[in-house]
């Protein structure tokens, strides 16, 4: 139950926190670009099986692997793909607390 609510509390709370504090003037679009980040998921599809409750997402998939998290951080520095860069480092904090609550 912890597990869980950390987890998909990074993934929703976390960019709207960062959403209201840095983007005041347009936190529902900017909360709205960092949520997509979760389309990483997406590589989910490519494993066997889909879904496993006991498997670490870090380092597994290709879009969580530590390449892919380098040019995510990357993507924080330009302003132009600094949302879309937050949302995808997000995602990654998230899953590396569900990993470590595992």
Same mark, same amino acid.
């Given at each position: ?57 870090i380092g597994f ?24 860069? $937050? ?13 470590? $609550?595992?």
């Open positions: 139950m912890i597990q869980t609510f950390a987890h998909y509390g990074c993934h929703f709370l976390l960019p709207l926190a960062v959403a209201v504090l840095f983007f005041k003037p347009n936190w529902k679009y900017a909360y709205l670009i960092m949520i997509a980040g979760m389309l990483i998921d997406l590589d989910h599809l490519l494993a066997t099986p889909i879904f496993d409750p006991n498997r670490c997402s998939h290709p879009l969580h692997s530590s390449y892919a998290i380098l040019f995510y951080i990357f993507l924080c520095v330009p302003k132009k793909s600094r949302l879309v860069g $937050l949302g995808l480092v997000i995602h990654i904090i998230a899953d590396t607390v569900d990993c470590s $609550l595992m």
